[in-house]
């Protein structure tokens, strides 16, 4: 995928994030069919520390899909500028294999997390993203849901399975960070 699309796709993606937020953003008029964007929260309110520590959820999906972003939550303080360094992994729980990585700055927020090259999933596979964030508070989701829902455009439903990850993480199942999956 060349980087002019993913600059797209970012836009766009963080575009129909931010409006559920109520943030102001950039908006690009492109239409790139085919992503899901697979929310695990209800609802989100302001207090999550980004102090570097891990967040980390783990996933499995029915059918083979490309993993092409993560969104996170950004600022929580109104109409501040604020900067994020972010480190993403995304593992196989079983093996600890690495499948993919994102690392770079990001301002304000709720931001898109675009992997350079889309990493496919596999069913019956639990994945771990962990996401290292350093800044301010931002927000953190509430009400999660352990299972998610939605239709592929060849009409089948695929269906994401959250579970918590122990050790070190701050987020679960239930709150925290790492808020969207876009799928393809």
């Not at 207090?47 to 959820?57: F, H, L, P, R, V």
């Not at 029915?62 to 993993?67: A, D, E, G, R, S």
């Not at 604020?82 to 990585?101: N, P, Q």
Request: with cysteine; net charge positive; hydrophobic share 35%.
């Amino acid at each position: 995928m060349d980087l002019v699309r993913k600059l797209k796709i970012k836009f766009r993606l963080r575009k129909r994030f931010s409006e559920r937020l109520n943030v102001p953003t950039p908006t690009a008029e492109v239409k790139i069919g085919g992503n899901k964007e697979i929310e695990r929260f209800e609802s989100h309110i302001p207090g999550w520390a980004c102090n570097g520590q891990s967040n980390e959820i783990g996933f499995t999906v029915n059918k083979p899909v490309q993993f092409c972003a993560v969104g996170l939550y950004g600022s929580c303080v109104s109409r501040s500028v604020a900067t994020y360094e972010v480190e993403i992994e995304v593992k196989e729980e079983e093996t600890g294999r690495l499948f993919g990585s994102q690392s770079g700055s990001y301002e304000s927020g709720p931001y898109m997390v675009v992997f350079r090259t889309p990493i496919t999933l596999m069913p019956k596979t639990t994945y771990v993203i962990t996401a290292k964030i350093k800044g301010p508070d931002s927000y953190k989701g509430i009400k999660g849901r352990q299972c998610v829902e939605t239709k592929l455009l060849n009409g089948k439903t695929l269906r994401v399975k959250f579970s918590d990850v122990y050790g070190t993480t701050n987020t679960t199942v239930k709150w925290g960070q790492i808020p969207v999956l876009v799928l393809s």
